[in-house]
């Protein structure tokens, strides 16, 4: 984690440092799954005392690796064994650090390496909450890396009222289905596969420069920038999804504002649609792309901090939002949120993260419609039902 966001990592290991990490070229992480240091140094034991002992009756590499594998149980192991089994590997990698195997608490290693660690503030905070850290990953929070950077929903026996609670649960469900999609714990029929495996990972987050509360990202400590919700609840298989997308113009701060946003549900039926009056003055309209024209902005007078009110009060605490890099929206909406689809992601054609294919083309390729076709720029309704579509193309077909 710490050579691949260095300065802004949220941990620092105290043994070793970064120097110029922007020179890096490659942050290489080999992970074998199953296999430990002991498994190495126990067949290397057992070489060699199979050829120590090849002309001997009691050659059988079951009754050495046996032998091999006690002496090493009784002897003292530390990560110095390295050099003497992989000799090579140690003169390119000279330094390590001893883990504790994540399969002792039921974990893997890869699932482990993709949580973002937790500070040294989070632990305590973490204990004082739940007591020690092993109650706090039975309520699943260390887990999710996320949760670390969003408002999580209480437990009803951490809040004040159980009865706010069940009213808030009520109203979440009545959200899913409004949707069109219920809580259940199996997968929605129209799904080859959990949607989950579709989001946004916290490390994706940070590397495409969607807004969050970690230092260095956009927002981060920025009053204007706001939850898309006060609380949010664990996302499952069938939480509801919906297409977002903006238009902006260029303002006399020389930086994109918000002048429309439309968002659809998954019947791909408009539940809200806004003109925005930016809190600057507008020098370029953009219209060939944006749509938006002086005409169209004369008599709005709804603000940003506006519908970001009516967003929070429209989406349930667990919607999924899905957009064409949506992160251009949300830092355009100024606002944050944990689950998210990003079309540009999911659907990469070029095998280089940088460099995504367009929303336009997509739809061609995968759905056989044409979109941004006019000369009028781009209808944020049929990108953001676009951008739906090929999720739910994507999780119909199981590709």
């Known amino acids: 984690m710490y050579g691949i966001m260095s300065v802004f990592a949220p941990y620092k290991p105290r043994w ?13 992480a080999v992970v074998v799954d199953g296999v430990s240091l002991k498994d190495f140094v126990v067949a290397a034991s057992t070489q060699q005392k199979l050829a120590l002992n090849e002309n001997t009756i009691n050659s059988s590499s079951e009754v050495v690796k046996e032998e091999a594998g006690q002496e090493l149980n009784e002897a003292n192991f530390s990560c110095e064994k390295l050099e003497a089994v992989l000799p090579r590997t140690y ?27 937790l500070s040294v503030t989070a632990k305590k905070q973490l204990e004082l909450e739940f007591g020690n850290l092993t109650k706090a990953v039975e309520q699943g929070i260390i887990r999710n890396a996320l949760a670390h950077y969003f408002p999580t929903t209480e437990a009803p026996s951490k809040r004040k009222d159980a009865a706010d609670f069940e009213k808030e649960a009520q109203w979440s469900k009545q959200k899913k289905e ?3 999609y219920y809580d259940t714990k199996e997968l929605p029929s129209t799904d080859k596969y959990d949607r989950r495996k579709l989001l946004l990972t ?39 999804m919906f297409g977002v997308d903006c238009e902006m113009c260029m303002t006399s701060i020389r930086q994109l504002e918000l002048t429309m946003v439309s968002i659809v549900n998954e019947k791909k039926e408009l539940i809200y649609h806004s003109l925005v009056k930016p809190k600057n003055r507008i020098i370029n309209y953009l219209t060939r792309f944006s749509g938006i024209t002086k005409e ?63 929303l336009r083309n997509l739809s061609k390729l995968f759905l056989g419609e044409i979109i941004q076709d006019g000369k009028e720029g781009h209808n944020p309704t049929e990108d953001a039902s676009a951008a739906l579509k090929l999720v739910q193309h994507k999780l119909t077909k199981g590709i």
């Open 178 to 180: 409004e949707a069109g």
């Open 91 to 117: 003169k390119d990698f000279p330094f390590c650090m001893e883990l504790l195997a994540p399969s002792q608490y039921s974990a893997s290693p890869v699932e482990e390496l993709l949580n973002i660690p």
């Open 16 to 28: 070793c440092t970064l120097v110029r990490p922007a020179k890096s070229s490659h942050v290489i």
């Open 296 to 358: 169209m902005l004369e008599d709005v007078t709804t603000s940003v901090q506006e519908v970001q009110n009516d967003i929070q009060n429209l989406l349930p605490p667990d919607a999924i939002l899905i957009g064409q890099s949506l992160e251009s929206d949300m830092k355009a909406l100024k606002m944050m949120h944990p689950y998210i689809i990003d079309t540009s992601v999911v659907y990469n054609l070029t095998g280089i993260r940088t460099k995504k294919t367009s």
């Open 202 to 240: 916290p490390i994706e987050f940070i590397e495409f420069g969607y807004p969050i509360t970690l230092k260095g990202a956009p927002g981060y400590q920025d009053p204007e920038y706001v939850f898309t919700k006060k609380k949010y609840d664990p996302v499952t298989s069938s939480s509801p």
